[in-house]
């Protein structure tokens, strides 16, 4: 019994990570499928069931989609690409520059609190609605632009169409 309890109570030593240390990790290789200028339908989240035009990857891996916005209504969006179907269909790229929008142009401001209670008590206070800034605004408009410059009508129909499944459509047998 003596052997069995020999390592009880003594110290062990807990490596403690250094902050520097530290390593990010790796951003996800892209389908092959996805490539600038592919349409994508998005399969999770508020516009499910959209096609969206794929500008690039951000570095934290996530995909940087447009609707664009004048066309289906779907603004610059961060997008994973497991909830993601990749279509064959291509659009033209040219003169739409989003070099400056990184995970960092999403970044919420802090919202604050108020911890004053009133009369109501429990009861909120209606929230203040969130307005987009007049620079994402702007930047929406100047990324969109020469893409819609560039759709044909026929690929305007596409993007503005849901997609769906009915009854005998089964996943495996279409062909995107």
């Given at each position: 019994?003596?052997?069995?309890?020999?390592?009880?109570?003594?110290?062990?030593?807990?490596?403690?990570?250094?902050?520097g240390?530290?390593?990010k990790?790796?951003?996800?290789?892209?389908k092959?499928?996805?490539?600038?200028?592919?349409?994508?339908?998005?399969?999770?989240?508020?516009?499910?069931?959209?096609?969206?035009?794929?500008?690039?990857?951000?570095?934290?891996?996530?995909?940087?989609?447009?609707?664009?916005?004048?066309?289906?209504?779907?603004?610059?969006?961060?997008?994973?690409?497991?909830?993601?179907?990749?279509?064959?269909?291509?659009?033209?790229?040219?003169?739409?520059d989003?070099?400056?929008?990184?995970?960092?142009?999403?970044?919420?401001?802090?919202?604050?609190?108020?911890?004053?209670?009133?009369?109501?008590?429990?009861?909120a206070?209606?929230?203040?609605?969130?307005?987009v800034?007049?620079?994402?605004?702007?930047?929406?408009?100047k990324?969109?632009?020469?893409?819609?410059?560039?759709?044909?009508?026929?690929?305007?129909?596409?993007?503005k169409?849901?997609?769906?499944?009915?009854?005998?459509?089964?996943?495996?047998?279409?062909?995107?």
């Open positions: 019994a003596k052997q069995v309890f020999r390592t009880f109570g003594t110290k062990r030593k807990v490596k403690s990570s250094v902050k240390a530290e390593k990790p790796a951003t996800p290789k892209l092959k499928a996805i490539q600038p200028g592919s349409i994508l339908i998005l399969l999770a989240g508020r516009f499910r069931g959209k096609r969206v035009v794929f500008l690039k990857q951000l570095e934290s891996g996530l995909l940087l989609v447009t609707g664009p916005y004048s066309v289906n209504g779907v603004p610059l969006r961060r997008v994973n690409q497991a909830y993601c179907i990749a279509t064959s269909t291509k659009v033209d790229l040219d003169g739409a989003c070099g400056q929008v990184g995970d960092d142009f999403f970044a919420r401001s802090a919202a604050k609190k108020s911890k004053k209670k009133d009369a109501d008590g429990m009861f206070k209606d929230a203040e609605k969130s307005v800034p007049e620079s994402k605004k702007a930047e929406q408009k990324i969109d632009e020469p893409i819609v410059r560039g759709l044909a009508d026929d690929v305007k129909g596409y993007l169409a849901r997609f769906s499944l009915t009854a005998r459509m089964f996943p495996h047998e279409l062909k995107f």
